[in-house]
């Protein structure tokens, strides 16, 4: 039985873009057909429609999904980034 904290927190990783449905899974052990029936039964209907739409078939809420696997978003400012300071240029 999943307690109130954890339901709270499995929805916010759900809601979340860039969280996949397998780091759910891992960490919860909640499928992702458990996760959604969660988001139905804790969300009002028109706010699980948004989220439903939004997260149909996007790669990054489905890791086999993914076409590199492992990759992330790098700001092209970061190589100049060094000791929490952007260097001169």
């Known amino acids: 039985m999943l307690t109130e904290q954890t339901i709270d ?7 979340e873009d860039r969280t996949p449905f397998n780091a759910i899974e891992d960490q919860f052990g909640v499928s992702e057909k458990e996760v959604i029936k969660l988001m139905r039964l804790n969300m ?18 489905h890791a086999q999904k993914h076409t590199e ?4 978003f790098k700001s092209s400012r970061q190589k100049s980034i060094s000791h929490n300071h952007i260097s001169k240029r």
């Open 9 to 15: 927190r499995i929805i916010e990783m759900a809601w």
């Open 44 to 61: 009002k209907p028109s706010s699980f429609r948004m989220w439903r739409k939004r997260v149909q078939g996007r790669s990054t809420k």
């Open 69 to 72: 696997v492992g990759t992330r």
